[in-house]
């Protein structure tokens, strides 16, 4: 399977990497219909990733002063490649967020399902989920939801960087998704050109004082934060706007076939890894 892939950030870079030979990773900075026609023709893959996006530096809070990049970045552009990919018979896989969801659903279990309307309050998410709305409707695109992404790979854009950097945290539960089983998922949705909305979280759900805690236990044992409410974030000036916090239901994607691992199973390797790579870092 070639895999031809647009956006080179750190998702983009990290499914490029594991997927190896079958994947091609674009220079293409999609602007135009052309401009994705002309590198589908160049490349002639069998499917399409689209893992580029605005989210913003350091935050997604730049985006709400940046209203109109980030809606070229996550709502236009994708809508541009979805047009070149059905002209030229191309499935496409475009990464979405479950940020689109704020607070529980109205479901017995609170959780949301992949049918369900998003609610989406900041700049970042109304752009996430204005995409989705389109591309959802449309045969041949399959839509990858994933939230907080947790890496054994260092890196600025992973979970367990993140809130092991900020002085002050809140400890809510979410669902997450740990990398190596969403680059595992990404790959088999492409190979099955599986089209409609999935949600790509590990079964369960994780609080970030457990984040904090396996840290605590396997990186750095002095590690310590200050925890604070959710709705201390804007009041002490940590965040423009609140922050969307939720469960996600994955049935579409167990229902193809696609089973991740148990999120407490896999955030325990997952953190047994990082901390082997901060180690291998160190001894440089």
């Known amino acids: 399977m070639k895999i031809l892939i647009f956006g080179k950030g750190y998702m983009g870079r990290r499914c490029a990497e594991a997927w190896g030979d079958e994947a091609i990773l674009s220079d293409v900075y999609v602007e135009t219909k052309a ?21 913003g530096v350091p935050n997604v809070d730049w985006c709400e002063d940046h209203q109109i990049e980030t809606m070229r970045g996550n709502t236009v552009m994708p809508l541009v490649l979805a047009d070149a990919c059905a002209e030229t018979g191309m499935y496409m896989l475009h990464m979405g967020s479950g940020c689109i969801f ?54 600025p854009g992973n979970l367990i960087n993140k809130v092991a950097n900020y002085p002050k945290v809140i400890d809510v539960e979410n669902s997450v998704t740990i990398v190596d089983d969403m680059i595992d998922a990404f790959y088999q949705l492409l190979q099955k050109q599986a089209a409609g909305v999935f949600h790509v979280t590990n079964p369960g759900a994780m609080r970030h004082r457990e984040l904090i805690e396996l840290y605590q236990e396997l990186v750095d044992s002095e590690h310590s934060c200050e925890w604070i409410h959710n709705d201390e974030l804007v009041g002490q000036g940590l965040a423009v706007k609140g922050r969307s916090n939720n469960l996600l239901d994955s049935s579409n994607l167990i229902a193809i076939g696609i089973v991740m691992r148990p999120v407490g199973e896999a955030l325990r390797d997952t953190m047994e890894k990082f901390a082997a790579a901060m180690q291998d870092e160190a001894n440089k």
């Open 35 to 55: 401009d994705a026609l002309n590198e589908i023709n160049r490349v002639q893959p069998d499917v399409v990733f689209n893992a580029a996006g605005v989210k």
């Open 102 to 155: 704020y607070g529980d659903s109205a479901h017995e279990d609170c959780a949301w399902r992949e049918e369900d309307f998003g609610n989406p309050s900041a700049t970042y998410s109304r752009s996430k989920w204005a995409a989705d709305l389109v591309l959802s409707t449309l045969p041949n695109i399959g839509v990858a939801r994933i939230r907080m992404p947790i890496d054994w790979k260092p890196a």
